[in-house]
């Protein structure tokens, strides 16, 4: 059965950092690229940061490039997105995504609010 478990949301104060991770299983995860997207009230789903199968490449939204970093351990099948100086824009849901061609599976999500 593939599942993606995300966590690592909550609540956090304008500057602040949260680190979301996104354990997976059910499949060959390393065969996969990763990438995470998040949803904000009354917004389209947005692609925030993919990296591929083996980690060598990243790309990020403009929106947060400098800020967010996705990583991945093939090892633990867990990806991740460290998120550094948080600000109220970036309260969404986040969702991290396995991609292989065209088969995609998706995680649950987690809520992260940024306000003080």
């Known amino acids: 059965q593939v599942q993606l478990v995300e966590s690592g949301g909550g609540l956090v104060q304008p500057g602040g950092s949260l680190r979301l991770s996104c354990a997976a299983s059910g499949f060959t995860f390393s065969r996969y690229a990763m990438s995470w997207y998040r949803q904000a009230p009354g917004k389209e789903r947005e692609l925030v940061a993919a990296?591929?199968?083996?980690?060598?490449?990243?790309n990020y939204a403009d929106s947060v490039k400098g800020r967010f970093t996705i990583s991945r351990d093939n090892a633990k099948n867990t990806a991740y997105l460290q998120m550094n100086s948080l600000n109220p824009e970036d309260t969404a849901v986040y969702y991290c995504k396995a991609r292989l061609i065209t088969s995609d599976y998706w995680g649950q999500g987690t809520q992260v609010t940024v306000s003080s």
């Open positions: 990296i591929t199968n083996n980690g060598d490449s990243t």
